[in-house]
């Protein structure tokens, strides 16, 4: 009797999973729209993160070889939630306390939104059924989405897009600017449905029903900032058997409140005198310059660390293991080590899909190792750069890790075979980890400067200030 | 981890989260006194540069500075309370003293200190800036008496008619915020103010907490942060590229607040507090030098009703009158400089300078100074 009562029942357990795969599924729908901000365009707190679910809907479609078997019906069942949780969105417009507690602002007509609901189904319906998964129209979504990624990241091509919002809206066009369009998560979520689609091609991607796209594409915990995971292995959490335990609640608990303590103290802390555009100009010498950067560089691990920290708290407690996204990085003798170590999710989705196709190909075209390197790990970081916004602050970012990279694989190559007899004792081997910290952290932080200041001529002036050849202040 | 374990932890955290702050709440007894002690906790002075001027700001994010109402926590920032061995000369008065608008070298106490003025033993005169923007003698009463506590050789007080009506001395944050330093100097001094004015905030048990007093904790932390900013960059506060100009031309109006002309009885200025002040430093052995601050003098519309937007004519006639034959009696050392400044050095209001109307009346004070200075 006793072990009956302990161990629960099989249906007991598979209520338990189905219960929660449908709370996140609901969940992680409604999150796409609480946490979009408004915007200065009408209605586009409502309408962005609808565009985040067709997306979503699109891409599942286009890569499910969906038949009339049970996934199918299961999914066509979720079609219906999706839309009844829209219409239900859509609905609070009616009914006053509620108008602004989802969307921002309340949301446009019923009519209109249902109109839209049923020509994105549609178009859901023949891509499923009769277009299907084919390679081509995978390719074409996949360059569809990243068309869209550009135009969002391209300031002169999104302030395009938010003046054909704002003409949408009957707005006046000529007030549109690139801050209208605060899309919240699609860069996120352009790399998990780029995941999928990519997977898709290689024939890699489980079937996943609706649902189970959808909860993928748009989980609320890493919606804003990640980490990012990969399809097949969010799946397995998912259909794992799931029952809550304490042992998870508590990891998650104490995942949530250490990274709460980051980003709320630590990061928000730091950001009161991190480096930034406006004190860059005034500092005075060269170490109150350092002091900034380091203050930067703290910040940015603690605000980014904190965020990962609290979203893989609460997928833990909710039974799914989302991947670490740091790892001690600035503690990481060399930079090959610390981009293993810092976003992971994001290095290890570039390493995927970008850099190991790109290198392959390379070497197949038999070029020279040293080429390959070079042009892989630049090509990749200015990559990595241009993904926070098509800038040249975020192009030197890019290409300054690139180089540190390719700088620090021949130098390992060359170390490998000159001074492994030194490496060989131990204090010697420490003392070299402990200089190549030191050095890797400085590399880092100064490639910070890049980040943090959207004028390359003042982050040059802030270098000359950091290494006392000139003030920046006047 | 068993549910057993769980609810152990549990029930420590919240025991041990009740009972600091209950402790937090009975140090805080009888009102913040724990917070007061933890402003004397500081960064400046030791890792990043003493303040210039007392902090105030409403623009953080600009001014790396802001307003907080532990005056502790304000005076640890500052660089007055770092010991040297030089005469001490301390400003107290409103904006004007502490420099709204103005760099820091550009402040009366920075253009008196570049005169690089000596005391009679060869002592640097040294002027500290302890101004606040706020018109209120009871305000200038309670920095001055936190004030006296780092050895000044001199105070100069600087004050105009606006910090005189007794009804407003209560109406400031700051003052409100500070209502046991307050009711203090109420009975010590006799003022006329009332220290069961429900103006006074007087946290109740739960406000005295941790959780209560969060933004008050959450301030200290914000100003020792920001110290890393003025170390870096000197600055203090926000300079606008352009501001508004102060008023010059007026409507038809002798009010000033409930006063119509001719009366403005001396009962209804704090004449209590500056004399509570006086005596305060007197009575410490420090000469005291009051002065009747620069306003503008307006050659606008209706300026031969008004000086300026905040004075008619005939009140700041009577105060001055007042004020002078006060202090006379009293024979305290009295510049009036009220008009020491053409109306063009005014900035954006009618008792702020720009750099060179500070510097005349560095130049009009500076004979004073020396003078009270080689006395000592």
């Known amino acids: ?474 | 981890m068993d549910l057993r374990t769980l609810t152990r932890i549990l029930s420590k955290a919240l025991t041990w989260f009740v009972a600091f702050n209950a402790l937090f709440a009975w140090a805080n007894t009888p009102s913040n006194a724990g917070v007061a002690a933890l402003g004397q906790l500081s960064l400046y002075n030791v890792l990043w540069p003493g303040r210039l001027r007392l902090p105030y700001g409403d623009d953080p994010d600009r001014a790396y500075n802001l307003s907080l109402y532990s005056l502790e926590a304000m005076f640890a920032s500052h660089v007055v309370s770092r010991p040297a061995d030089e005469f001490r000369v301390f400003l107290i008065g409103d904006s004007a003293t502490w420099g709204w608008l103005l760099r820091n070298e550009d402040t009366l106490a920075g253009q008196l200190n570049a005169l690089g003025l000596r005391a009679s033993d060869g002592r640097a005169v040294r002027v500290y800036n302890l101004g606040y923007p706020i018109m209120s003698l009871t305000k200038d009463l309670l920095i001055l008496r936190h004030a006296l506590r780092y050895q000044p050789s001199l105070v100069v007080w600087l004050v105009t008619l606006e910090s005189f009506p007794s009804a407003a001395q209560l109406d400031h944050p700051i003052v409100r915020n500070n209502a046991p330093a307050v009711r203090a100097l109420i009975n010590a001094h006799h003022l006329r103010a009332d220290p069961d004015d429900p103006r006074f905030v007087t946290p109740t048990l739960l406000e005295r907490t941790i959780v209560g007093q969060r933004r008050a904790l959450a301030d200290w932390l914000r100003l020792q942060a920001y110290g890393a900013l003025w170390g870096a960059t000197g600055i203090d506060q926000h300079y606008p590229e352009t501001f508004e100009p102060a008023q010059r031309d007026y409507d038809a109006d002798l009010r000033f607040k409930q006063f119509a002309p001719p009366e403005l009885p001396k009962s209804a200025l704090a004449f209590d507090a500056l004399d509570a002040g006086v005596r305060m430093v007197t009575e410490a052995g420090i000469p005291v030098l009051i002065v009747n601050e620069p306003i503008l003098v307006s050659q606008g519309r209706n300026s031969h009703l008004r000086y300026n937007f905040l004075y008619p004519r005939w009140a700041y006639d009577t105060y001055r009158d007042l004020l002078r034959a006060h202090l006379a009696q009293r024979e305290v050392a009295y510049i009036d400089a009220w008009n020491a400044v053409p109306q063009e050095e005014f900035t954006n209001s009618a008792v702020h300078l720009t750099p060179r109307g500070t510097r005349l009346l560095a130049g009009a004070l500076a004979p004073a100074l020396s003078a009270l200075a080689k006395q000592r």
């Not at chain 1, 605060?182 to 091609?201: D, H, K, N, P």
């Open chain 1, 1 to 474: 009797m006793a072990s009956a009562a302990a161990a629960p029942s099989l249906t007991e357990r598979y209520t338990q999973a189905q219960a929660r795969n449908v709370a996140l599924f609901v969940l992680s729908v409604l999150a796409v729209y609480v946490l979009q901000p408004a915007t200065p365009i009408r209605q586009m707190d409502f309408w962005l993160p609808t565009a985040s679910l067709l997306l979503a809907v699109i891409a599942w479609a286009a890569t499910m070889p969906l038949t009339h078997g049970p996934l199918a019906r299961a999914s066509a069942a979720d079609m219906l939630i999706v839309a009844g949780i829209v219409l239900a969105i859509a609905a609070t417009r009616y009914v006053d306390p509620l108008s602004a507690l989802i969307t921002r602002t309340p949301a446009p007509d019923v009519l209109l939104v249902l109109s839209m609901l049923v020509v994105g189904m549609v178009a859901a319906f023949l891509i499923a059924r009769l277009i299907g998964p084919r390679p081509a129209w995978t390719w074409g979504i996949l360059v569809a989405l990243l068309v869209l990624l550009v135009a969002l990241k391209l300031e002169p091509l999104t302030q395009l897009l938010a003046g054909a919002l704002r003409a949408w809206q009957g707005q006046l066009m000529a007030a549109a600017s690139a801050a209208d369009v605060r899309w919240l998560g699609f860069s996120y979520l352009f790399f998990r449905l780029a995941a999928a689609l990519r997977e898709r091609a290689a024939g890699k991607l489980p079937a996943m029903s609706l649902r189970e796209f959808i909860t993928y594409a748009l989980f609320a915990p890493a919606w804003i900032a990640g980490p990012i995971d990969r399809p097949e292995r969010f799946l397995r959490d998912l259909r794992a058997d799931f029952r809550f335990n304490l042992a998870d609640a508590t990891e998650g608990g104490r995942r949530i409140a250490l990274g709460a303590f980051k980003k709320f103290v630590l990061a928000d802390l730091l950001a009161l005198f991190a480096l930034s555009e406006a004190n860059a100009a005034q500092v005075r010498g060269a170490g109150w310059a350092w002091l900034l950067v380091y203050a930067y560089a703290l910040r940015i691990y603690f605000d980014f660390g904190g965020y990962s920290d609290i979203a893989i708290g609460i997928a833990r407690v909710c039974g799914i293991r989302l991947p670490e996204n740091f790892d001690r990085p600035y503690l990481k003798p060399n930079l090959t080590q610390f981009w293993n170590s810092w976003h992971i999710s994001l290095a290890q989705w570039f390493r995927a899909y970008y850099f190991n196709p790109l290198t392959r190909a390379m070497r197949t075209r038999g070029w020279r190792v040293p080429a390959i390197i070079l042009t892989g790990q630049l090509s990749t970081m200015l990559l990595i750069g241009l993904w926070h916004g098509v800038t040249w602050n975020f192009a030197f970012w890019g290409l300054w890790h690139g180089l540190g990279l390719f700088i620090h694989n021949r130098w390992a190559d060359f170390a490998k075979t000159h001074i492994a007899l030194c490496t060989a004792r131990p204090t010697f081997h420490r003392a070299l980890n402990l200089l190549g910290a030191v050095l890797t952290f400085h590399f880092v932080a100064l490639g910070w400067v890049w980040f943090a200041l959207p004028d390359p001529g003042l982050a040059w002036q802030m270098f000359g200030t950091l290494f006392g050849l000139w003030t920046s202040a006047p």
